[in-house]
């Protein structure tokens, strides 16, 4: 009896383990950012991406609050990730101390283990050490209830450095393309850079390749800016390393990415869930409600997002196909969805929509019908039967009448033989 107790409990205590621990194993999506590590230069600016890994499983929602370090850094700015970029209200934002990342993507979601959430760009503005966390957050499973899969989250440092610490690293800014993790619709790049102390002269160079170290002759000893007009659209870098008057030795280069983009997203056409159409060409459509579907191509950097315009009107920002455009009037109809690249460029496309009167069927017309014919024909029965009932009481009035008559006649009569008879006797 006692073995089989334990055995009960054993498989007891196996199913409450396995009850509570099958969440925790199945479910393992992280939060992380991306560099976790490094050294920067006091002044310079860098870019810090928060990821979320799934772990294999299907995600459509990912939100993070993310704790910095606000005695060494200071939060430039916080943008949209290229793979949640269907934005909650209030995302991407920043405050003293904090940003906030919220955001989607339709089914059938995201499956990945580097999937962009947002980007915080931050500037290096004291020495010592800048630290990230993830306050809190979620990462919510492609299954229809939202279950939060998100199991850990981790933190990044890094460190902030003299110019001397760094090998005489030199700062590089761009006027028209600031932020190296932006793509921009521009093809004149001006650059610029610090003279850290020590450095008599450059040597630079510009090309499409991450890791170039410039050669061993000076460019100039002078100037401090230089410009490439009219680039060609992709992705470049810009690197310059410094040396001092006297010595051969350059110093560590330091590389600056420019990312161009001044093509539009390739022609696409908005079409009707479920309904084949040809291109430019208006569509008859019946009833109030339709979903309308677009998928545009960008090549280069990519699809941002889109806006959805019903009649020249705005009617949805940052729509996902397919798309719902709700109740719609009688008539023609001119929508329109715009598809935006990551860097501002855009591609209309238009579609006419005749919405036409709703078909009466046979149904429709005879229910009524049947309904008034009978209401007719009962109102005529009703009114006979009136008239009828109006016809007998009045034969049934004058047959009383003739009886009266007759009644009184034969009692005239009567009396007038009475009489007679008085006179004889």
């Known amino acids: ?59 459509n929602t990912a939100e993070a609050t993310v704790n910095y370090s606000p005695d060494t850094l200071e939060l430039v700015k916080v943008s949209a990730g290229s793979t949640f970029t269907l934005q909650t209200p209030g995302s991407p934002s920043k405050q003293e101390g904090s940003a906030f990342f919220s955001a989607g993507l339709p089914t059938p979601g995201y499956t990945g283990s580097s999937g ?82 020590g450095v008599y002269g450059y040597s630079f160079s510009f090309d499409q390749a991450p890791d170039t170290v410039p050669d061993s002759i000076l460019d100039t000893t002078i100037t401090t800016t230089h410009s490439y007009p009219a680039t060609q659209d992709g992705v470049w870098y810009f690197h310059i390393s410094g040396r001092g008057k006297t010595s051969q030795q350059f110093g560590t280069p330091t590389n600056f990415k420019v990312n161009i983009d001044t093509v539009p997203p390739e022609a696409f056409t908005v079409g009707i869930e479920g309904k084949n159409i040809l291109p430019n060409q208006p569509v008859d459509v019946q009833g109030t409600n339709f979903r309308i579907t677009f998928n545009a191509v960008d090549k280069l950097s990519g699809v941002s997002h889109y806006d959805v315009y019903v009649d ?93 008559q007759l009644e009184h006649d034969l009692k005239a009569e009567e009396n007038q033989h009475v009489k007679i008879k008085r006179k004889q006797t």
Do not use: C
């Open 1 to 59: 009896m006692k073995q089989n107790l334990k055995k009960i409990s054993a498989v007891v205590f196996v199913w409450l383990a396995g009850v509570w621990l099958a969440p925790h194993l199945a479910f393992a999506a992280t939060l992380y950012f991306s560099p976790a590590s490094g050294s920067f230069v006091l002044g310079s600016t860098f870019s810090v991406s928060v990821r979320a890994n799934t772990q294999d499983q299907a995600v």
């Open 116 to 197: 962009v959430l947002g980007v915080m760009t931050f500037r290096a503005k004291a020495l010592g050490a800048g630290h990230i966390s993830v306050a809190s957050g979620k990462i919510l499973l492609n299954d229809g209830l939202g279950t939060d899969a998100l199991n850990s989250t981790s933190a990044a440092d890094y460190s902030i450095v003299a110019r001397t610490q760094a090998q005489g690293a030199i700062v590089v800014t761009s006027s028209t393309h600031p932020d190296q993790e932006v793509w921009y619709n521009k093809k004149d790049v001006s650059l610029s850079w610090d003279r850290p102390a």
């Open 312 to 404: 020249e009107k705005l009617s949805q920002a940052a729509a996902s196909s397919p798309y719902a455009l709700g109740p719609l009037s009688v008539g023609s109809h001119t929508i329109k969805v715009t598809a935006f690249d990551q860097a501002g460029n855009s591609t209309d496309s238009t579609l006419i929509l005749n919405v036409l009167p709703p078909q009466i069927s046979a149904a429709t017309i005879t229910f009524p019908k049947l309904y008034l014919w009978i209401f007719l024909v009962m109102l005529l029965i009703i009114n006979a039967l009136v008239w009828a009932l109006f016809f007998y009481r009045r034969k049934l009035w004058e047959a009383r009448y003739v009886i009266r």
